[in-house]
């Protein structure tokens, strides 16, 4: 059992060169697995019956790491196996787990490598030699999850538990892919500001007079990229949706659009939901940094207008964005003759 926490503590330190921001996996989920059940109980043959599962739990984003809760219930097929003394010649048996562990995720973008260690209970199940089996004990594993969606994600998993009774021993290894929901909002994407300055006018000539007059001048702030298929705002930008609340109180009567875009990857139709999709995530934080909600209209154009060449990834990403549009007005000074 030592032997076996340190390999997970060694393990989870190795990933911990690669762990990134974790929000892509924080909050609550569900989820369903399937795989093959390595099987090995005392004087009987090894087998690899199907085994299937069912899973929830909670994550908690600290900083560049994601601590996690996850309950869990598995259900491994009854098959038969061979026998030697004391065992029967023929053994006919499965196991029913259950257990609550604790996950430590060093996540990566979209990708999340986890080690996860806890309790579970086995009972045996079939025949009088594996029935007797109901024990508890440590329940440990490795996995990697990978987040396709906002809401969805896909994991593979090996995870490990023993019981006992007596002199006999039943071992579960369980190799499982399984589909996880997550509940919960969208995260938020930034964007930065870059105010364009109104030109000066030339200075009046001494036998002439000047008149200043009020004109609308159209204003685009600049917006930050947005990570593949993600309304999430990334943390290193924040500062810069800062800069756009800042802007906004300066000028306090400038009307906001929050424009959203996306590369060409996808369906049209899809991607006109996730640029709409992504300027809403931009006006719900300005919204709730203290910018009034009737000021802000939130359009999505899809991958309508793309700034860069949708056929190299850089293009691709700079094309991922928001961008912030208004019009001011600004004093020009025109010349009159008297």
Request: glycine share 10%; charged share 20%; with cysteine.
């Amino acid at each position: 059992m030592k032997k076996c926490t340190m390999s997970i503590a060694l393990t989870v330190a190795s990933l911990g060169m690669t762990a990134a921001q974790a929000g892509e996996f924080d909050g609550g989920y569900i989820g369903g697995k399937i795989g093959g059940n390595r099987t090995d109980m005392t004087a009987v043959s090894r087998q690899t019956p199907v085994t299937a599962g069912l899973e929830a739990g909670y994550n908690w984003d600290m900083e560049n790491v994601l601590l996690g809760v996850d309950g869990f219930v598995d259900f491994n097929e009854k098959k038969t196996h061979s026998g030697v003394a004391p065992a029967p010649a023929n053994v006919n048996y499965g196991s029913h787990v259950y257990g609550l562990d604790f996950k430590l995720g060093l996540p990566s973008g979209n990708w999340r490598p986890y080690a996860k260690l806890g309790y579970a209970h086995i009972g045996g199940r079939g025949d009088a030699y594996a029935s007797v089996i109901n024990d508890s004990d440590a329940h440990y594993g490795l996995g990697v999850e990978y987040k396709f969606s906002p809401n969805w994600s896909i994991a593979g998993e090996w995870t490990n538990n023993t019981g006992k009774r007596g002199a006999t021993k039943l071992t579960n290894n369980n190799f499982t892919i399984g589909l996880n929901y997550y509940f919960g909002k969208p995260y938020v994407a930034p964007v930065a500001v870059r105010a364009a300055a109104p030109a000066l006018a030339p200075a009046p000539a001494p036998s002439e007079t000047w008149k200043t007059l009020l004109e609308n001048k159209p204003v685009c702030i600049e917006g930050a990229n947005f990570e593949f298929d993600s309304v999430k705002l990334r943390s290193g930008e924040i500062k810069k949706l800062d800069e756009v609340v800042s802007f906004a109180a300066k000028y306090n009567d400038a009307q906001l659009e929050s424009s959203g875009h996306t590369d060409s990857t996808g369906t049209p139709e899809y991607n006109q939901k996730l640029s709409e999709g992504r300027a809403q995530s931009v006006k719900a934080y300005l919204v709730n940094k203290g910018v009034a909600a009737d000021r802000i209209t939130a359009v999505g154009y899809g991958e309508s207008k793309p700034m860069a060449d949708n056929k190299t990834a850089e293009g691709r990403e700079l094309n991922r964005r928001v961008e912030i549009c208004t019009v001011l007005q600004v004093e020009k000074k025109v010349r009159v003759t008297e």
